[in-house]
């Protein structure tokens, strides 16, 4: 059984360099999934930690696009710390 990949990634205001970010990290996944390196269920992870720019829209075009791209959205700002760690408390559920 592969085991199942998930990146967390903190977003703050990241509308520019978003798009960029997909294309990298998900040519990586699609790669490593296309190897059988790990499992199809495998996914980004964006947090968007109460971007106040169109972060929120784009994580869920998205993940609306891609299997593997997926979101979860703040209210106000948390900080990074607690993006991170509730990107991997989704993580292992």
Known sequence: MLKTLTIVVPCYNE?????????EI?????DLIAQAKISTK????FV??????RTWELISEYSEKYSYVSGI?????YGH?????????????
Do not use: C, W, Y
């Open 15 to 23: 509308e520019e360099v978003l798009p960029e970010t997909v294309k």
């Open 26 to 30: 998900g040519a990586i996944v699609e």
């Open 42 to 45: 495998s996914k980004i992870l």
């Open 48 to 53: 968007n930690d109460g971007s106040k720019d």
């Open 73 to 77: 959205k703040f209210t106000r700002n």
């Open 81 to 93: 710390q607690n993006a991170l760690l509730a990107g991997m408390t989704v993580a292992v559920k």
